[in-house]
């Protein structure tokens, strides 16, 4: 079992920049996948960003590639995701998961945090 608790979003102007946070419990962490995913409203939760178990391979969608960072310290328990040049069209609600699986199937991740709101003013 692991719980996923999600910090850090919040209001910004077009152009900024976020740090969200996603601290796990329990000592088996560091053996899963982490994706960060998002839902805009009325929209499908999607793939935004996602890293290995052992950070050594990850995972961005086009539309996030070169503005965000996906990062993660097993240590911590947490993975990080570093949102730069926010624009408006990334409003939505930031949720991590984690996952044994595929990195890129929404089906393969068994937990979910609870979700954080980021919302980009113009």
């Known amino acids: 079992q692991v719980e996923l608790v999600e910090s850090g979003g919040g209001l910004v102007q077009a152009g900024g920049s976020l740090r969200l946070s996603c601290a796990a419990s329990g000592r088996t962490f560091s053996v899963y996948s982490m994706g960060w995913f998002r839902q805009a409203p009325g929209k499908e939760r999607e793939l935004a960003a996602a890293?290995?178990?052992?950070?050594?391979?990850?995972y961005y969608a086009d539309s996030v590639k070169g503005r965000f960072t996906i990062s993660r310290d097993n240590a911590k328990n947490t993975v990080y995701l570093q949102m730069v040049s926010l624009k408006p069209e990334d409003t939505a609600v930031y949720y991590c998961?984690?996952?044994?699986?595929?990195?890129?199937?929404?089906?393969?991740?068994?937990?979910w945090g609870q979700g954080t709101q980021v919302t980009v003013s113009s």
């Open positions: 890293i290995t178990w052992s950070g050594g391979s990850t």
């Open positions: 998961a984690a996952t044994k699986g595929s990195l890129y199937s929404r089906r393969e991740y068994d937990y």
